[in-house]
């Protein structure tokens, strides 16, 4: 079985210690084989704040895949807006803005969503959906395949609909029929787990979409708590599938000396079998 804890908007400058400790813990109990953190690391994009993330993810067991969020680039510094706004969060985890990861059961392509002409949206180009369904068309057949993205590609609530990343549909289509079976996203701190074929009608894939809560911020929404996602992939089976598993913060309490992340619930993914051309890149 392979493990990806996936957390988003930590918002560092905002961080809850209680909350960033209970999180360690839930990872070194858990020992994914991969952390996803899909943006907004900061609040401000201070140097500052990005050192302190980057203390946190070190404490992190596995490998890590880092995203920029919109947060994470300056809002107030126009300067370094326009001419350099990754460069805090480069200084702290690398050059590369489009990160990837690739094991014997997984494969993990991140996508920069964000824009430097953006307040907050996040939108998506031809050249990068080409891109990514290049990559996922590389996939092996027993990998399971995760695209991450900062803004959703759907949301639940009319409200967030504002809040969808500009081409999503054209994405989402694409990398569907390319072989994803996964895109994991933030920036709206609402966790839920979805099929994107109640959004966008027919896909030539199973698709699903993970939504993040807020991992250790104080900028909750009321009607969510911090909340991470562990997605658990059993592969190599004649019924191949994944789970996504909510797991929500629960504040210390009579009971318990401090808080922690408990599983609030579990949402089990049948994956289609692999199509003709993946078993053959298999044998090749």
């Excluded at 490998?63 to 920029?68: E, G, R, S, T, W």
């Excluded at 057949?141 to 991450?148: A, E």
């Amino acid at each position: 079985m392979s493990t990806v804890l996936h957390i988003s908007d930590t918002h560092f400058g905002t961080e809850q210690p209680a909350v960033v400790e209970a999180l360690l813990r839930l990872a070194n109990a858990q020992m994914p084989d991969l952390v996803v953190l899909s943006g907004d690391v900061t609040q401000r994009a201070t140097r500052s704040q990005f050192i302190a993330a980057r203390r946190f993810v070190d404490r992190l067991p596995a490998p890590k895949l880092v995203l920029a969020g919109n947060h994470d680039i300056p809002l107030y510094n126009v300067v370094a807006r326009t001419l350099t706004p990754y460069k805090n969060y480069q200084r702290q985890f690398g050059a590369a803005l489009d990160p990837q990861f690739e094991s014997a059961d997984l494969l993990v392509v991140g996508i920069k969503t964000t824009r430097r002409y953006r307040h907050k949206d996040g939108e998506v180009s031809p050249d990068q959906i080409r891109h990514v369904a290049q990559r996922l068309l590389l996939a092996k057949s027993r990998q399971l395949r995760i695209v991450v993205t900062h803004q959703p590609v759907h949301v639940t609530r009319a409200r967030d609909e504002k809040n969808l990343l500009h081409g999503a549909r054209d994405a989402v289509r694409s990398w569907a029929k390319a072989g994803a079976d996964l895109i994991l996203s933030g920036h709206i701190h609402l966790p839920f787990a979805a099929r994107l074929s109640d959004r966008y009608g027919d896909l030539a894939r199973g698709l699903w979409i993970a939504q993040a809560g807020t991992a250790v911020s104080s900028r909750v929404r009321h009607e969510a708590p911090n909340s991470v996602n562990l997605i658990r992939h059993e592969s190599g089976s004649a019924n191949e599938h994944y789970r996504i598993e909510r797991w929500d913060y629960a504040a210390a309490s009579t009971r318990t000396a401090h808080g922690e992340f408990v599983c609030v619930n579990v949402t089990s993914v049948d994956r289609q079998p692999c199509k003709v051309g993946d078993r053959n890149r298999d044998r090749g």
